[in-house]
């Protein structure tokens, strides 16, 4: 299932966007879930990943870019996509990954085609429908097996080495073996 997040601040433009995309989804052969947020504060403080996320730009304590900056920061490869009514801020959109930036008012036919390229963009990462979800600091976070070295635990702080840089995290390594497949990492002393 895919879990889809869309964050705007004004209430009538976050329910149209959410409809169309229901609307424009519901003959696509795949389930989704949409959640709604308010607020930049109110998505980075939810506990859930979401595989796209649509995002306004212009909204009142934490603008969109921020909280794209702050999901990227805590190694968050969640798919944004900006829906704004300025087009000045595309190329701060370039700097947190964006995949794609819309101009309001947005269509349905253009969430249809927007949200077909990002599962387009699923299915041709070979490796990268494999992930565990980990929680870091009360987040959870998407890591592709793909990219990641190997695991280390230090005490209970789990260190994973990934193509990206170390994520560290508390939790037990029993539990990271329950949620990758044996075939794809072996456990060697208390590395695996």
Known sequence: MFKIAVCDDETLQRLDIVNKLKSSLKNIDFTFQV?????????????????????????????????????????NNSKIIFITSFKEYVFQAFDVSAFHYLIKPVSKEKILKITNK??????????????????????????????????????????????????????????????????????CHRAI
């Open 35 to 75: 959640e709604e947020f308010n607020s930049g504060e109110e998505i980075l403080s939810c506990k859930s990943y979401f595989d796209i996320i649509f995002l306004d730009i212009k909204m009142h304590k934490l603008s969109g870019v921020d909280v794209a900056r702050k999901l990227r920061e805590n190694k």
């Open 118 to 187: 990002v599962l387009k963009s699923f299915n041709e990462e070979k490796n990268d429908n494999l992930y565990i979800v980990i929680t870091k600091s009360r987040r959870a976070i998407k890591v592709l097996l793909n990219n990641i070295y190997f695991f280390e635990i230090q005490n209970r702080i789990i260190i994973i080495h990934t193509t990206n840089g170390n994520i560290e995290y508390y939790d037990k390594i029993s539990n990271v073996e329950e949620k990758i497949a044996s075939n794809d990492f072996f456990r």
